[in-house]
C-alpha cells in the first residue's frame, strides 16, 4: 500500500504562488507516475498535471499550462506542485494521487490507485 499526504494549501489573493507538496511511503516510490488532480463543488475531480518516474516526461492540463510546475525528488519521495499566478478558478481541493506505471501519464481519475486526502486551495479575487 502506498501512502500520500499532502501539505501546502492555504489561502492566496490572485496572481499568488503556493507550493503544493505530497510526500509518498509504505512501497517504491519510483514505480509510479505521480499526478495531481483537483476537485471544486459541483465538479468532477479534474486532472492537473502529471510527471514519470524519472521526471522526465509530465503533462499539463491546458488551463494551468504556463502557470503550474510539477516536480519531484525521488531522494525524498516527494511530488511537488509550484502555482504560480493563481486565479480564482483555481479555487478547489488539490489531490496527489499514484499511478502503477512508470511512464504513462494518465489524465482520468480511473488510471490511479493511490489517492491522498486533499488540500484545499482557495484564491480570492
Known amino acids: 500500500q502506498l501512502q500520500l499526504v499532502e501539505s501546502g494549501g492555504g489561502l492566496v489573493q490572485a496572481g499568488g504562488s503556493l507550493r503544493l507538496s505530497c510526500a509518498a511511503s509504505g512501497r517504491t516510490f519510483t514505480s509510479y507516475v505521480m499526478g495531481w488532480f483537483r476537485q471544486s463543488p459541483g465538479k468532477e475531480r479534474e486532472f492537473v498535471t502529471g510527471?514519470?518516474?524519472?521526471?522526465?516526461?509530465?503533462s499539463y492540463t491546458d488551463s494551468v499550462k504556463g502557470r503550474f510546475t510539477i516536480s519531484r525528488d525521488n531522494t525524498k519521495n516527494t511530488v511537488y506542485l509550484q502555482m504560480n499566478s493563481l486565479k480564482p478558478e483555481d479555487t478547489a481541493v488539490y489531490y496527489c494521487?499514484?499511478?502503477?506505471?512508470?511512464?504513462?501519464?494518465?489524465?482520468?481519475?480511473?488510471?490511479?490507485?493511490?489517492w491522498g486526502q486533499g488540500t484545499q486551495v482557495t484564491v480570492s479575487s
Open positions: 510527471i514519470s518516474w524519472s521526471g522526465g516526461r509530465t
Open positions: 494521487a499514484a499511478a502503477n506505471s512508470q511512464w504513462l501519464i494518465g489524465e482520468r481519475a480511473d488510471q490511479y490507485d493511490y
